[in-house]
């Protein structure tokens, strides 16, 4: 694709995205359409806020389990213990 087929396709799509826009904004039929929409957009918005919230739990999850593996796989002395100390007793 040449540089001049380039611009004309930018300016065809840039012209047909322009008319959507005015149509939906200052049409009344666009306002309608607008309308009709947005509970939509809502619900959409909605569930992409649960996606993202569960991405970040298994992003969570994830990093856990890598430094439990990451532990598990140190040498014994770098490991890190996890309660208190343990004791030998002598009887």
């Known amino acids: 694709m040449t540089e001049g087929?380039?611009?004309?396709?930018?300016?065809?799509?840039?012209?047909a995205i322009g008319a959507m826009v005015g149509y939906v904004f200052f049409s009344e039929r666009g306002r309608h359409i607008r309308r009709a929409m947005e509970p939509a957009l809502d619900d959409l918005r909605r569930e992409l806020a649960q996606f993202r919230l569960t991405l970040q739990k298994a992003s969570n999850?994830?990093?856990e389990g890598w430094q439990l593996?990451?532990?598990?796989m140190a040498?014994?002395?770098?490991?890190?213990?996890?309660?208190p100390?343990?004791?030998?007793?002598?009887?």
């Open 61 to 63: 999850a994830a990093n």
């Open 5 to 15: 087929s380039q611009g004309v396709t930018a300016v065809i799509v840039g012209a």
């Open 85 to 91: 100390p343990q004791t030998s007793s002598r009887f």
């Open 69 to 72: 593996l990451n532990e598990a």
């Open 75 to 83: 040498p014994v002395e770098q490991r890190r213990f996890h309660g």
